[in-house]
């Protein structure tokens, strides 16, 4: 599976952002997908999983109820909206492709885009 993310950039602390990663490469829906971030000087973190039908979903703490996750197995497209963004928010956001049900940790995912870089201004 090869994946890309886009949709990163420059924002304004409590705006909003909409991440999309393109998958290709293998049937989509066998695969579920995640999203991690790593900031500058931190190890990378899980952000939010979905399963590969899309009916269930799973967030870090820290962003939950302020992002969603969401795919579109038509499209072969994974999304994660960002809303009421932080400083802390600030990183660089990965996708990930994992053939478990619901995969929380990075190990479990076997496939990786790169990064695309959201900055939050305070």
């Known amino acids: 599976v090869q994946l890309q993310a886009f949709g990163g950039g420059l924002v304004q602390t409590g705006g909003s952002l909409r991440l999309s990663c393109a998958a290709s490469g293998r049937t989509f829906s066998n695969y579920a997908m995640g999203w991690f971030r790593q900031a500058p000087g931190k190890e990378r973190e899980f952000v939010a999983t979905?399963?590969?039908?899309?009916?269930?979903?799973y967030y870090a703490d820290s962003v939950k109820g302020r992002f969603t996750i969401s795919r579109d197995n038509a499209k072969n497209t994974v999304y994660l909206q960002m809303n009421t963004l932080k400083p802390e928010d600030t990183a660089v956001y990965y996708c990930?492709?994992?053939?478990?049900?619901?995969?929380?940790?990075?190990?479990?995912?076997?496939?990786w885009g790169q990064g695309t870089l959201v900055t939050v201004s305070s």
């Open positions: 990930a492709a994992g053939s478990k049900l619901l995969p929380l940790r990075a190990g479990e995912f076997r496939y």
């Open positions: 979905i399963t590969g039908s899309g009916g269930g979903t």
